[in-house]
């Protein structure tokens, strides 16, 4: 399996028109919704801000991944979002976010694991700064897919 | 220099990646053999071996929770910060490190 296998061009959008961390998230998690791999926005945003009260999830240079175990997820996924503007949000370097990963992890993640690798080699990904670079710049969701996938 | 690490975050899905492969360019870069365990929700991956452990000149533990397996690092130097230090400054974590081990010299 390869990373690609969970870079959903459908859960991506590059213009997100939003003022605040709630507004992105909810957002993000209403095209988690339409693609099938949540069952509920609210129960799952509870989830996702029980991990965001445990410590920053702004990783520093305009990105954060917000994530958290929910029962409300179906299928691991990630909704990727790139805001217009920097938007307000806990980071380790203090600076605003542009770029925000939404992951989607279960609870009972039995017979996921392979998803689960695939996630956390994603997710190292988001270490890299040329990969991160490159994302900040992208313009539409094929060249988001593209950066993650090179 | 011989560098061990273990990462670790709460949840098992994020932090510990970033934190490896930051950790893991920064030590590259300054010239280091660097070798990391991680923790995560899939279990442990890249598992260090007792040689790696016992070669090493120092340990770090980027986590911010307990580490399984820390009686293996018992007698070694051990700098211990959470994932975000690894995250937000991995260069001056690997430089601290050369500090220390340049001091016991």
């Known amino acids: 399996m ?28 209403e095209l988690l919704l339409e693609n099938n791999y949540i069952t509920d926005v609210d129960g799952f945003l509870n989830d996702i801000y029980a991990r965001e009260a445990a410590g920053k999830t702004g990783i520093g240079n305009h990105i954060a991944i917000p994530h958290g175990n929910s029962e409300f997820v179906k299928k691991i996924g990630v909704a990727i979002g790139i805001t217009r503007k920097d938007i307000p949000w806990e980071t380790l ?50 060249s988001v897919k593209a950066v993650l996938t090179s | ?5 273990v990462t670790a975050c709460t949840v098992g899905i994020a932090h510990t990646y970033i934190a490896q492969e930051k950790l893991e360019n920064a030590g590259k870069k300054a010239g280091h053999e660097i070798h990391i365990e991680t923790q995560g929700t899939i279990g442990i991956e890249n598992e260090l ?14 986590a911010d929770v307990s580490v399984s397996g820390r009686e293996r690092f018992n007698g070694k130097t051990i700098i211990q910060v959470g994932t975000e230090v690894a995250v937000k400054s991995p260069n001056k974590l690997i430089k601290k490190a050369e500090e220390i081990v340049n001091q016991k010299k």
Do not use: Y
């Open chain 2, 1 to 5: 220099m011989k560098i061990v690490c």
């Open chain 2, 49 to 62: 071996t007792q040689q790696q452990i016992d070669e090493a000149d120092i340990v770090i533990l980027a």
């Open chain 1, 2 to 29: 390869d990373v690609k296998e969970i870079i959903d061009i459908n859960t991506i959008k590059t213009d997100l028109d939003v003022e605040n961390k709630d507004e992105a998230l909810r957002e993000l998690a």
């Open chain 1, 93 to 142: 370097d203090g600076r605003g976010v542009k770029l925000i990963i939404l992951f989607a992890v279960g609870k009972n993640n039995d017979g996921a694991q392979s998803h689960l690798k695939l996630l956390s080699s994603f997710a190292r990904k988001l270490g890299n700064e040329e990969v991160t670079a490159k994302l900040l710049q992208a313009e539409n969701p094929e």
